[in-house]
């Protein structure tokens, strides 16, 4: 009988810590909230341009890849706001090891990017900056097709993994 109360004791214990690693993990993903991510879109002013964080509703726990396909879908209809990252581009993968975020588009966000250099910093921003919203991402690595590509318009280096610039 003994036995069976330390057996069932340390059942409970297990029980315990999976319960509370499961509700760590939940609560503290990122620094998004549960059913919430910001990307960052682009918005016009009568002189300039300006990249600004936006909240978007997520079903269930946010993850990056959620994120990261909100920010390709851009805009809302009511926004006045336009997409940073070409809406034809695709989220291929998205790997997250240590703290760097390796993630894969689509052949479409080089070819289908109609901007100049402010344009292009603005798309890489809002790719690193969305990913960095979680805190366990500090760096990111863009790639295209699965390769690393020396840019996305040929103003911005993208050959290195790149940090969040605040």
Known sequence: MRRLKQVFAILILI????????????????????????????????????????????EGVVSPAQAVQALLDGPLPDEDLSASVPSSAKLLSLEIRDT???????????????????????????????????????KVQILVDGLVVESIGGHILTLQPLQRRD
């Open 100 to 138: 760097l975020a390796t993630v894969n588009f689509s052949s479409e966000i080089v070819s289908d990017f109609t901007g100049g250099s402010l344009m292009e910093a603005y798309l890489v921003e809002a790719i690193v900056n969305t990913l960095t919203e979680f805190t366990d991402i500090e």
């Open 15 to 58: 029980a315990l810590a999976l319960g509370a690693y499961a509700a760590y993990t939940y609560f503290n993903h990122g620094k998004v909230v549960q059913g919430k991510a910001i990307i960052y879109l682009i918005k016009a002013t009568p002189t300039d341009f300006q990249l600004v964080p936006v909240e978007r509703e997520i």
